[in-house]
C-alpha cells in the first residue's frame, strides 16, 4: 500500500481502521479484531498496533477497555475535532420531552451556494427539513442538505424514529469540518415554523462536514429565542 510506504505505519493502520468504520464494515458496538490479529494483517508490531489504536481512541472512535477488548463507539462522532451536538440530548439535558419533526424529504440539485460550500457539483442530493421540539415547543429547525455519497444508506433511512441529526451524529464520523454562527432575522419562513415574529433576532449555525474530500452534510439551523450555545474547549 502506498499510504503505509509514505506515512508512519502506525497511522497507516488507524487510516484503515477508521475507513472500515465509516464505511460501516464495523458499526457502532461492534469488537474490533484483537491487536494481535491486526498486526499479523498489517505486518507490524503489535507495539506499533497499540499506538494506532490510541490515536483512535483520542479520537473517540473507538473505546478500548481491559480484559472487555475494543469496541467502536457507540457515537464515534461526538468526540471528533468539531463536537457535534445531538439535539435530542440538548433538550433531554435541559429537563424537556424530545420529539422531531420531518417537514420535507425531497430529492433534488442543491443551490449554487450549497454546492460551492460542500465543494460539490451538481449531484443530486437529499434534502431533510427537520423541527426539533421541547415539551411542544419549537426549539431548533434545521434545513439540511445530505450527500447519499458520504452516508451510505441514506435512501432507505426512516427518520421517523431517530432524527437526521442524530443519525449522521452516530453513524457516519467526519474528518473535517466548517462551522458558522451568528444571528440572522427570521425569514417568514422561520417565523412560522419556530412560532415567533418575522424579523425576530436567531440565532443560527451553517455547519458542513466532510470525510476526505467526500461532503458529508450541509446544514442550516436555526434556533429558537432562548438558546444558549454552550461547548467545551
Not at 498489517?42 to 479520537?59: E, H, W
Not at 457535534?84 to 417537514?103: K, W
Not at 432575522?185 to 466532510?210: E, F, K, M, N, Y
Request: glycine share 8%.
Amino acid at each position: 500500500m502506498t499510504g503505509v510506504r509514505t506515512q508512519p505505519k502506525a497511522r497507516a493502520i488507524a487510516d484503515s481502521v477508521h475507513r472500515r468504520i465509516v464505511d460501516r464494515i464495523w458499526r457502532p458496538g461492534d469488537q474490533i479484531p484483537h491487536e494481535a490479529e491486526l498486526a499479523v494483517e498489517f505486518g507490524a508490531s503489535r507495539a506499533t498496533v497499540n499506538k494506532a489504536m490510541q490515536l483512535l481512541a483520542d479520537q473517540g472512535l473507538i473505546e478500548r477497555r481491559r480484559k472487555a477488548g475494543t469496541r467502536v463507539a457507540i457515537n464515534p462522532a461526538v468526540r471528533a475535532t468539531l463536537s457535534i451536538p445531538v439535539v435530542r440530548e440538548q433538550v433531554e439535558a435541559n429537563g424537556q420531552d424530545y420529539h422531531h419533526v420531518v417537514l420535507e424529504r425531497i430529492e433534488a440539485i442543491p443551490p449554487r451556494e450549497v454546492l460551492d460550500r460542500m465543494g460539490a457539483g451538481d449531484a443530486r442530493m437529499v434534502r431533510l427539513q427537520t423541527l426539533h421540539l421541547a415539551d411542544d415547543l419549537p426549539f431548533a429547525f434545521e434545513d439540511r442538505w445530505v450527500n447519499p455519497g458520504g452516508a451510505a444508506g441514506l435512501a432507505e433511512a426512516d427518520f421517523t424514529g431517530i432524527s437526521v441529526n442524530e443519525w449522521l451524529v452516530r453513524y457516519f464520523p467526519y474528518s473535517r469540518g466548517l462551522l458558522e454562527v451568528g444571528s440572522e432575522s427570521a425569514s417568514p419562513r422561520d417565523a412560522r415554523i419556530l412560532r415567533v415574529d418575522a424579523g425576530t433576532s436567531l440565532l443560527v449555525l451553517h455547519r458542513t462536514t466532510w470525510n476526505g474530500d467526500v461532503p458529508i452534510t450541509d446544514v442550516r439551523v436555526a434556533h429558537a429565542p432562548g438558546y444558549r450555545m454552550r461547548t467545551a474547549f
